[in-house]
């Protein structure tokens, strides 16, 4: 039930967010486009990733994703992303406060046929061809070289996120939300 609550971004993808400003920075270049699917509410969740410093947010809203699962969102979500069609990382964050499945970030690979790396805790290396991330395990942390373009889930120990500067909220108020229908 969403009618009356109030949208906010999943934890996770703040961690999310933050790394793909970072990244941007680090290489001088790139744009952020952030993803959300939802009802017309979760607008405002893209206005904090743009206050944030996103370049821009596109919301995927329609009737027909209500009641999606884990694999209709990740399967929705990477439509959208082979219909942009430019992109190198694919951030998302660990899992879902709702759902708490980790499995949309690695369904988007799946569909994509995109290697991954999950639970990333830390960016060593990037260029134009691969990223050299650090994966966190059970009993330890493992180090991943994966070719690009790739789909990341990061967690926590990543970073922390930035807090929305006056003069992102101002633009984030004005910014033009692209919304997308199943169509």
């Not at 509410?41 to 947010?57: H, K, W």
Request: hydrophobic share 40%; glycine share 8%; proline share 5%.
């Amino acid at each position: 039930m969403r009618e009356g609550v109030t949208s906010i971004v999943n934890p996770f993808d703040m961690y999310a967010i933050e790394e793909a400003l970072r990244m941007k920075t680090r290489l001088g270049s790139g744009t952020v486009t952030v993803l959300t699917m939802g009802p017309p509410q979760a607008e405002a969740v893209l206005r904090e990733a743009i206050a944030m410093g996103a370049d821009e947010g596109i919301l995927l809203s329609d009737r027909a994703f209500a009641g999606s699962d884990t694999w209709a969102t990740s399967y929705t979500l990477s439509m959208v992303l082979r219909k942009m069609g430019d992109y190198r990382v694919i951030i998302c964050g660990k899992q879902a406060s709702d759902g708490d499945t980790a499995q949309v970030g690695p369904g988007i690979a799946s569909h994509l046929d995109l290697p991954q790396i999950t639970y990333v805790r830390r960016i060593e290396a990037q260029d134009d061809t691969h990223i050299v991330a650090e994966r966190l395990l059970e009993d330890g942390v493992e180090v991943v070289d994966a070719p690009l373009p790739c789909v990341l889930t990061v967690v926590k120990e990543l970073n922390e996120p930035r807090l929305p500067s006056l003069k992102g909220k101002m633009n984030a108020k004005k910014a033009q939300i692209t919304v997308w229908k199943a169509a």
